[in-house]
């Protein structure tokens, strides 16, 4: 069925494979598909200029096995581009929210005590940890992680 497909279509059932992959790059994001789209659209182009030409050569096997190696090679190619361009963020803690909380000063809600404690930040409770001490107690933010707040006193 589908090798009658590529038969009867020919170059056309590649170009409507690129523009079906280009549509789901839109739908699924990904910077993969494009790769996948732009080797069958380039595959299917080849194959139009051919088709008329009577090449033998040019059966589906060639043409599924350009597209692998195609794919591979866009796909590689475009990876190294996109790294070698990658622009920096005017933001880059902006999904860090421990990061954007470092350096801040807070006062301790609930003491640290046996090295853990509270303190509010904005709406906030967060778990800290740090030496002792008594609540209220000003702190400063040192670093931490997802579920905790590394604090110092100030």
Do not use: C
Request: a negative charge; charged letters at 20%; zero cysteines.
């Amino acid at each position: 069925m589908i090798l009658e497909t590529i038969r009867e279509f020919g170059g056309w059932s590649w170009v409507i494979l690129g523009f079906v992959l280009l549509g789901l790059e839109i739908l699924a994001p990904g910077i993969f598909f494009l790769w996948l789209g732009a080797a069958a659209l380039v595959i299917g182009a080849i194959s139009l200029m051919v088709w008329g030409l009577g090449a033998e050569l040019w059966v589906w096997q060639v043409q599924v096995l350009g597209f692998l190696i195609l794919s591979l090679v866009l796909a590689y190619a475009g990876r190294s581009w996109i790294s070698r361009n990658e622009v920096e963020s005017d933001e880059p803690t902006l999904n860090d929210r421990v990061a954007q909380l470092v350096g801040q000063i807070a006062t301790l809600e609930q003491p640290i005590v046996n090295g853990v404690g509270r303190v509010r930040l904005g709406d906030t409770l967060w778990r800290v940890s740090g030496e002792d001490m008594p609540a209220g107690t000003r702190v400063r933010i040192r670093g931490g992680d997802s579920d905790r707040l590394d604090v110092e006193s100030v």
